[in-house]
């Protein structure tokens, strides 16, 4: 069965900084993508980025990262220049299965960007 | 501009007083999902729709219901809330390459 692992429950990093969010996943399928979400403390949980496990390169958007190690079954999210703004929940998350709709979450870290 | 939007975004109801909660998607995306969260912990799936095709989670409680009238609407009753139901409650569409677009969620307390 699909399983996602993020085993930082809590982060501090300094402003104008780098962190590397971790997630290990653990899948039999081929195919497979791998996402990470934001969510500030207001609640709204926001895409950040994609990567499919075919995809030749990492995924970048903008400030974010993802370091994709495929062998290892890792996906960890790195995010450059930290700003505060960036102080929320990163979830790590995973479709469940083939043929499914469904997807499984990390259990979250809670990162805190510092002045 | 928004893309998914729940409304209310904060709602209080009484212990055992039917609410509902409603969401809307101007994506025009097949699959919409509704999910409770928990402080700090993760969300979890309670339905989700593919068109009009139900799909319930074996471990939600009867006392939710969904509602899918047509592709861009998706409402959530709760028909006799408790103390415990109180929750974030993220709407979501499936839309390209398998992403997730969540809306802004509703915060349900249950006096």
């Known amino acids: 069965a699909q399983k996602i692992t993020q085993t930082q429950p809590g982060m501090f990093v300094q402003e104008k900084e780098a962190v590397t969010l971790d997630c290990t996943y653990d899948?039999?399928?081929?195919?497979?993508?791998l996402f990470w979400y934001k969510q500030p403390s207001s609640g709204e949980m926001i895409f950040l980025i994609y990567q499919g496990s075919y995809d030749e390169q990492n995924a970048t958007e903008g400030r974010y990262s993802l370091n994709f190690q495929k062998a290892r079954k890792s996906a960890n999210l790195v995010i450059s220049a930290s700003q505060l703004g960036d102080s929320a929940m990163y979830f790590c998350?995973?479709?469940?299965?083939?043929?499914?709709?469904?997807?499984?979450f990390g259990t979250g870290t809670r990162l805190k960007v510092l002045a | 501009d928004a893309m998914v939007i729940q409304n209310p975004r904060y709602q209080v109801t009484q212990f055992g007083k039917p609410v509902t909660l409603s969401c809307s998607q101007t994506l025009n995306h097949n699959v919409m999902y509704w999910y409770q969260q928990k402080s700090s912990q993760a969300p979890k799936l309670l339905f989700h729709y593919y068109d009009k095709d139900f799909n319930n989670e074996a471990d939600t409680p009867d006392n939710f219901q969904s509602r899918r009238p047509n592709t861009s609407f998706c409402f959530l009753d709760i028909r006799s809330p408790g103390l415990g139901d109180a929750a974030m409650y993220l709407c979501?569409?499936?839309?390209?390459?398998?992403?997730?677009?969540f809306g802004p969620g509703t915060r349900l307390l249950v006096l």
């Open positions: 979501a569409t499936r839309g390209l390459r398998e992403t997730q677009y």
């Open positions: 899948t039999s399928d081929q195919s497979y993508g």
């Open positions: 998350a995973m479709r469940e299965g083939p043929g499914t709709y469904k997807y499984i």
